[in-house]
């Protein structure tokens, strides 16, 4: 089955301590890109990546790393998480520059105490 | 740069009525369209797209959108809502140019709720 994977669904974490979102895809997807959702503020992009070892920021990097080594992953990495990290994260993928949409992963609601 | 609104953050409808859902965008050339539904606890599911071509669009679960360039709008109908139809719906674009990324703008989003 085409999907999008993201590992953990649900994290609590302490202030400080480095964590990292995992993203994988399936699809042979070029285009990936991290986003957070927040009541009220909607979906904003983190980081964006359209091949292996292209990265860029989004709307909201600070605070957010990402690598692409790989073409099916494209992980998140808080390396001190705060509160405002509080959120819940979306991982997608397009195939093409996001002309055919992108097909978005289950979601990690993140905690930051 | 490029936007989207989403007129009501909040929209109810008896079951088998007609559900409208309002979204306009604002870009300096047509971008491409799309609208996502959002159940609870749940990632982003695309409903349908416009890119180019036919401009009433048709997707999943009895939904369809039509694309009017003069109005900028892209509104999400569905002639008979079901009670399954309960959800947050997102409108969003995506520019044409290359680096970009596919950057997807997203509206503010519209909960639909279905009464019985």
């Known amino acids: 089955e085409a999907q999008v994977t993201q590992n953990p669904r649900y994290l609590i974490t302490v202030t400080g301590k480095k964590l990292t979102v995992t993203c994988s895809q399936n699809?042979?997807?070029?285009?990936m890109s991290w986003y957070r959702q927040d009541p009220g503020l909607g979906l904003r992009q983190i980081y964006y990546s359209m091949n292996v070892e292209v990265t860029d920021k989004g709307d909201v990097p600070e605070g957010y790393k990402v690598s692409r080594k790989e073409k099916r992953n494209f992980p998140l990495i808080l390396e001190s998480p705060s509160p405002n990290q509080t959120s819940l994260y979306f991982c997608a993928s397009s195939l093409n520059r996001g002309q055919y949409g992108y097909t978005f992963g289950s979601g990690t609601r993140l905690t930051v105490v | 740069a490029q936007s989207v609104t989403q007129l009501g953050s909040h929209v109810s409808v008896s079951e088998g009525a007609l559900v409208l859902l309002r979204c306009n965008y604002s870009?300096?050339?047509?971008?491409?369209l799309f609208w996502y539904v959002q159940y609870p606890n749940q990632g982003l599911q695309l409903l349908l797209k416009y890119t180019t071509g036919a401009t009433l669009v048709k997707g999943i679960n009895g939904f369809e959108a039509e694309f009017k360039k003069s109005e900028t709008s892209f509104h999400l109908t569905k002639p008979s809502a079901h009670m399954s139809d309960a959800a947050e719906y997102f409108c969003?674009?995506?520019?044409?140019?290359?680096?970009?990324?596919?950057?997807?703008?997203f509206g503010q989003g519209t909960e639909l709720s279905v009464k019985p």
């Open positions: 969003a674009v995506s520019g044409k140019i290359y680096n970009q990324g596919g950057k997807l703008i």
């Open positions: 699809m042979n997807h070029e285009y």
């Open positions: 870009s300096s050339v047509p971008p491409y």
